[in-house]
């Protein structure tokens, strides 16, 4: 058991055991990918590769903490700070500021505590579009709320891994990674306050996320989408009639996007540039499909000129989709979405398109490319496991992908019994 396996880890390294096990789920971007910065409710999937955090009280104000992945590959892996005297440090992509953030965070709400050592190990890949720094902060937070009782709600965990990684990292990211990684399972997250969270069970098929090699920076990403949707609503901002400039604004999380049709935009949508006409499409378009995969997935009746109508289908391949099933509707949508993200987004490559298109042809009923884009992982359902490691085998043969998983849904933060091994 990993619990159990990360606490041994923290024996050897201290000699001593922790007073606490903490993990949080890796996280697969399933809807409405970049549209949490917007305010837009997005869904992310909790997965079992997760990341573990040890403690263990200390006297004092010091802490101390080590990451058994940077152990094993060589590099710089331990961070040491004071309670006392909190800042971030200079050094690009270091794991210890995400740690230190968090402590900001936290004594900035309030929030009091002392010394701890800690020991980090991590199932969920760095960089790869599954969360990770999400999940680390989400998993540490929760840790040192267990550890000194601080009577953190899973909510609160949740708003202050994203204060710490937005607000003091300056990263700009949205909600969707570290509430995922609090709620874990099928997690329709409200972007906007009071940041409500729905958990929903996906009772058939299986998710395969594929590891392109290709990495990528979000902090590189989402500030330039943000900006060319910008610049196209200023420009809309300045011709559209009084009415619909209500439902808009300058900044990208302004508008009332769930409120807003390509119908009312498109008069005045070619006055944009190529760039932001395109984006401002793709939040459109991406939000109101996600709005009909929810409604399937909740029960909802669907009619085929529905899936026609949101998909851009002709009415007859609508109802093929819609005779054969619940989870090929939803698969029908990760692949539109992959699509809006290819090409009005511009935040996919030909290799992770490649990846798509090859899972499709593999037996996928969907596939889509999970977090910020530009390589990372592709994410795809699958109607059961058999089908999804063949598919991955011809993935991995073909050199498309660096690893792969068939993965599970998974629960959200967690508190392990040491002692039992078991959550």
């Known amino acids: 058991m990993q619990p159990s396996f990360v606490a041994e880890e923290f024996q050897k390294i201290y000699r001593e055991s922790p007073d606490v096990v903490c993990s949080a789920p890796g996280r697969l971007d399933f809807l409405n990918t970049h549209q949490d910065y917007k305010g837009l409710p997005v869904v992310a999937i909790g997965v079992n590769l997760r990341t573990y955090i040890a403690l263990k009280r200390v006297r004092g104000t010091r802490i101390y903490v080590a990451s058994g992945n940077l152990m094993d ?103 969707l990674d570290q509430y995922a990684a609090a709620y874990g399972h099928i997690a329709v997250i409200e972007t906007i306050p009071p940041y409500n969270v729905e958990t929903l069970e996906l009772l058939e098929g299986v998710f395969v996320a594929i590891d392109s090699g290709i990495r990528h920076s979000t902090a590189e990403i989402h500030p330039q989408r943000q900006r060319e949707i910008e610049n196209g609503l200023k420009v809309l901002m300045e011709s559209v009639p009084l009415n619909l400039k209500k439902l808009l604004g300058y900044r990208y999380w302004e508008p009332k996007w769930s409120s807003i049709t390509l119908e009312m935009l498109q008069p005045y949508l070619m006055q944009l540039s190529e760039k932001a006409r395109n984006r401002i499409i793709y939040t459109i378009k991406a939000h109101k499909s996600t709005i009909l995969a929810l409604d399937i997935m909740k029960g ?75 390589g990372g992982t592709v994410i795809a359902l699958f109607r059961n496991e058999t089908i999804a490691e063949e598919a991955i085998k011809k993935i991995i043969s073909k050199g498309l992908g660096t690893r792969a998983w ?11 019994s040491i002692a039992s091994s078991t959550s």
């Open 300 to 374: 909802y009746r669907v009619t085929p000129a529905d899936i026609a109508q949101v998909l851009e289908l002709e009415i007859k391949k609508a109802q093929e989709i819609y005779d054969a099933g619940k989870l090929d509707i939803i698969g029908h949508v990760m692949t539109y979405q992959h699509m809006l993200l290819s090409k009005l987004y511009d935040v996919s490559l030909p290799e992770l398109d490649n990846i798509v298109d090859t899972l499709l042809e593999n037996g996928a009923l969907g596939a889509k490319l999970s977090g910020a884009g530009l």
């Open 406 to 416: 068939v993965l599970k849904v998974d629960g959200g933060v967690t508190k392990h």
């Open 73 to 175: 590959e060589g590099g710089e892996y331990v961070d040491e700070f004071d309670v006392s005297d909190l800042s971030l440090i200079e050094k690009p992509k270091w794991f210890g500021n995400y740690l230190r953030a968090a402590t900001i965070a936290l004594k900035q709400s309030g929030y009091k505590f002392g010394g701890f050592i800690g020991w980090i190990r991590s199932w969920v890949p760095i960089a790869s579009g599954l969360g990770s720094s999400g999940t680390l902060l989400v998993a540490f937070i929760s840790a040192l709320n267990e550890l000194y009782n601080l009577g953190l709600k899973t909510k609160d965990i949740a708003e202050l891994a994203y204060i710490a990684e937005h607000d003091i990292m300056n990263i700009p990211c949205g909600r």
